[in-house]
């Protein structure tokens, strides 16, 4: 293991594990010693100290072997934020940068498990309905937030995120990000909180980084400029839409598309 960031102390680590793994009872990470009874070395408890590079292993807390698994949660399948709505106006009016672009915190396609866990009775956005999306409110700027144009489909495939339980600080999960590691967020402009994106998003954020890019080898990027690039899909590229994955992204493609012409034709009341 190794954090060539130098951004994720022994606490968050141990918070990452968990959202990845499940276990039969309470665990704690040692330095694997070859050699030594059950391989075990110091403990390495929760602090805010850096892990060094190097090779761990999981045991019980009293230092005997614990059966453990990854978790079968995936991370959500997202595209890039393509808006028919008025939402990035509303969100360069707010932060007044228009070299940026909008992306969505949360993908707008996953909507149902958006109200699922409640995010939209936390949304308080003064907005009317049209310009939230609708009831679920998925459209809120409170959900969006600016981006340069190079980082929008890297946010989107979960490359990188923002931590908002440490002063919303870029975390990336991959390398080549060393212009952005360790910068941090700058929302203190966004006077009205009703405004201002919503900590737990970045939290939801952050966990998709985890699932997709620290369990194991991390699940496959998807190539959005080949895909989309034009913002047209080519049906007849059996390579990008012919396999599995490709039938999974055309569905989230389609949900994502077809969402504004959803939203308007439901019921204003």
């Given at each position: ?61 009293d230092g005997t072997p614990i059966s453990v698994g990854l978790t079968p949660v995936l991370s959500r399948r997202r ?100 212009d952005i590691a360790g910068k941090v967020l700058k929302l203190d402009h966004i006077i009205d909180h009703n405004l201002r994106s919503l900590d737990d998003l970045f939290r939801d954020h952050f ?63």
């Open positions: 293991m190794g954090d060539q960031y130098g951004l994720i102390n022994w606490e968050l680590f141990y918070g990452c594990v968990r959202a990845v793994i499940f276990s039969e009872g309470d665990w704690a990470i040692f330095e694997y010693a070859e050699g030594v009874p059950q391989r075990r070395g110091a403990l390495c408890p929760p602090n805010r100290e850096l892990p060094c590079p190097g090779t761990y292993i999981l045991l019980r807390q595209h890039p934020t393509v808006s028919t709505s008025n939402t990035p106006l509303r969100v360069f009016k707010r932060d007044d940068f228009s070299r940026f672009k909008t992306a969505h915190i949360f993908p707008r396609a996953h909507d149902v498990d958006w109200v699922n866990k409640g995010y939209p009775g936390r949304i308080t956005d003064p907005a009317t309905l049209p310009e939230l999306g609708g009831p679920t409110k998925i459209d809120s700027i409170q959900n969006v937030i600016l981006l340069w144009s190079d980082l929008h489909d890297a946010w989107d495939n979960y490359k990188f995120a923002v931590n908002p339980d440490r002063g919303h600080v870029v975390i990336p999960f991959v390398p080549g990000y060393d966990l998709q980084g985890v699932l997709k890019d620290m369990k194991g080898v991390g699940e496959p990027t998807w190539d959005y400029e080949g895909a989309l690039g034009d913002g047209m899909m080519d049906l007849s590229r059996q390579d990008i839409w012919g396999g599995k994955l490709g039938q999974e992204h055309l569905e989230f493609e389609m949900a994502h598309r077809l969402h504004s012409l959803r939203v308007a034709q439901e019921p204003s009341g």
